[in-house]
């Protein structure tokens, strides 16, 4: 079976378990509420998708899988709020505006980048996969029980947003032959979710154009996929980690401050993590779009649980990423766009 025919194959297979899937629930769905959640959770997997780029950026770049990105959001996003004046109180030694306060986090997010993995990676080259892996998971711990530390666990609701989170843009749907539509009359758009939704995806995209089409773009691409053909023509490889993982710092400190806008800032920032994980590995380990598509199917996925008539299946809707992604996975393992790899054992 050729390529071509393995693809339309999976397509219709794929097409086929979704209606299954339609089919099944169909009668424990709201049905009412889907349109509007499709759109509530395009707009949250934005946020989604780009702290799913930092976590792919640190992989192709150096094989290291980051499992303290959750972290290293929660940590950007404290920063800019405390730059941002804090309490609020004047007990901050910062009062900056929003804008300002995000160029300052993203610069000291550069410094922990390049400090992480001067300090803790650099180090555990050569070492076994698994050791590196704890490394990270031990990173996550200590970057947790700092913030604790310096800012305690109760949440702090006034992080500064540009936008009220109970704005929003109706849009009007029209009648169809002068019957009102059955499901509902009008769309809501959130304008601080469509703001960070943007915000989201433009940061996407310029991140894109910068690893495909400028100098140091092209070194970490080289970088990514083989480290000693990249430095055999003069890539600095060590140089090449170091500013993945900055540049993986300034995505979560973005990705925190989107979140916080809606949220707040508190420790279960982190969580984000569990969110981004699957979206990973259901657009592909190594494939930047594969993590924005993975980013917004599972946004959808776990607002259209919500949209189910059962309490229990409702509660629970944190657990459909892995349920997409398992499904995925059955059909095409490497991930919808990731590289089917043939090694010699």
Do not use: C
Request: charged fraction near 10%.
């Amino acid at each position: 079976m050729d390529k071509q025919t393995k693809r339309i194959r999976n397509l219709f297979v794929t097409i086929g378990v979704a209606l299954l899937v339609v089919w099944f629930i169909r009668p424990y769905t709201n049905w009412i509420l889907v349109p509007q959640q499709i759109i509530n959770g395009l707009l949250n997997g934005g946020t989604l998708a780009l702290i799913a780029l930092g976590i792919v950026l640190i992989y192709k770049a150096s094989e290291v899988f980051n499992f303290a990105s959750g972290q290293m959001v929660m940590v950007g996003a404290y920063i800019v709020w405390w730059f941002a004046g804090g309490a609020g109180d004047g007990s901050a030694p910062f009062d900056l505006p929003l804008w300002a306060a995000i160029l300052a986090g993203m610069v000291t997010a550069v410094g922990v980048g390049f400090l992480i993995e001067r300090a803790a990676l650099r180090p555990m080259t050569g070492q076994p996969l698994l050791a590196i892996i704890l490394m990270t998971l031990g990173l996550a711990e200590i970057m947790q029980g700092l913030m604790n530390v310096l800012f305690g666990v109760t949440p702090k609701g006034n992080f500064p947003a540009p936008f009220s989170p109970s704005d929003a843009f109706n849009i009007l749907i029209a009648p169809i032959n002068d019957v009102s539509i059955v499901f509902l009359d009008r769309l809501q758009v959130g304008h601080a979710r469509l703001a960070t939704f943007l915000v989201a995806i433009l940061a996407a995209a310029l991140f894109v154009v910068f690893f495909n089409y400028t100098r140091t773009g092209l070194s970490m691409r080289a970088t990514s996929e083989n480290h000693e053909l990249a430095q055999s023509v003069g890539i600095k490889v060590s140089r090449v980690f170091g500013l993945s993982w900055a540049i993986a710092g300034i995505i979560a400190t973005l990705g925190g401050v989107l979140l916080a806008t809606l949220t707040g800032v508190s420790v279960n920032l982190s969580t984000v993590a569990l969110a981004a994980f699957p979206a990973i590995l259901l657009g592909g380990l190594e494939s930047f779009l594969g993590a924005v598509v993975g980013g917004l199917l599972v946004g959808i996925a776990v607002a259209l649980v919500q949209t189910s008539t059962i309490v229990e299946v409702r509660n629970s809707a944190e657990i459909a990423p892995y349920v997409l992604l398992l499904i995925v996975l059955l059909i095409r393992p490497e991930g919808l766009f990731g590289q089917k790899r043939i090694e010699r054992i």
